[in-house]
């Protein structure tokens, strides 16, 4: 009996060191909260659009307890640069990578790379051609596209020539957002789409291109800047000129130079997204996805078009206005 009883105790006591070990790992391996890390590479590294969605990847970061790094060449035509900035963090171990690629196709390698090496990637404000990211975050372009062109032809009663200032060919969402105002453009046949030009988001570029489209088509009804910077520099250029209200413009997200060229009436529309929305749920996102939880294959974060009339409602000043440090 005593031996019966010494061997039962014996495997008590060997099932608990059982049960010890599989619980307690040691303090080396475990990965508490604040030891994920989520890298978010963007387009650029500057710009009033890239730095609301830095403060609502920040917000988030914060909420989620993890270790957020934005980086972002400082060019958007800086493709490989881009690309070099995800392979480091890839070399450095991200638990999560967050990617605005700036061109869809060349950054699809390195993506499905990160993907390779257990990295779950969200795509943000744009799309990588790669079936491995986990979700897209961000505005749905085609249609934001659509509801730029209905409203110039509204402005120039659905005829005339209309010139496109785009930024970075190549980028997934300067081509939906083109595709969405030539298909709603081409409904018209009045309207005649002179050019395609694109600016590399440099300010001075998308002037000069706006001065010799108006050159060349002196007759030039309207101009629709596809992101912030086309936008800031077209809008300057026709206020150089003095045409503002001559020549109609529609622009895309609301820096504070083009808030001030709607007031001042260079500007007649402007499409704004949710940038602090962009970067806020993009690392929520990441978050879940490093956890093992499933997240949504696409999150629109909606769009909406601006003018002088609605611009001071509430619902609008908290995405033309957003949190200010």
Partial sequence: ??????????????????????????????????????????????????????????????????????????????????????????????????????????????????????????????????????????????????????????????????GLVSFVEGARNANERASGMLDYLARFPNIDVVDLVYCGSDVQLAAELTHDMLIQYPDLSGIIALNEVAGIGVSQEIQRLSLGGEVKIITFDSPPEVIEMIQEGIVQATVIQNPFSNGYLAVKHAVDAIEGIQVPERDDTGSKLVDLDNMLWPENQKQLFPFVK
């Fill in 1 to 162: 009996m005593n031996r019966i009883l010494k061997r039962m105790m014996l495997l008590m006591a060997l099932l608990s060191l059982v049960l010890v070990s599989c619980a307690e790992v040691p303090s080396s391996l475990r990965k508490t909260d604040s030891d994920r890390k989520v890298s978010m590479i963007v387009k650029m590294n500057s710009g009033s659009f890239w730095n609301t969605v830095k403060m609502g990847a920040e917000v988030a970061a914060k909420e989620y307890n993890v270790e957020l790094t934005f980086t972002g060449p400082d060019s958007e035509n800086d493709i490989e640069g881009q690309i070099t900035l995800v392979e480091d963090a890839i070399q450095n171990k991200a638990d999560a990578i967050i990617l605005s690629a700036s061109d869809y196709m060349r950054l699809a390698q390195v993506t499905d790379t990160a993907s390779h090496h257990k990295i779950p990637v969200i795509s943000m404000d744009t799309e990588v051609a790669s079936a491995r990211v986990k979700s897209f975050v961000g505005t749905n372009n085609y249609e934001a596209g659509q509801k730029a062109a209905e409203r110039l032809i509204e402005l120039i009663g659905g005829r005339g020539q209309v």
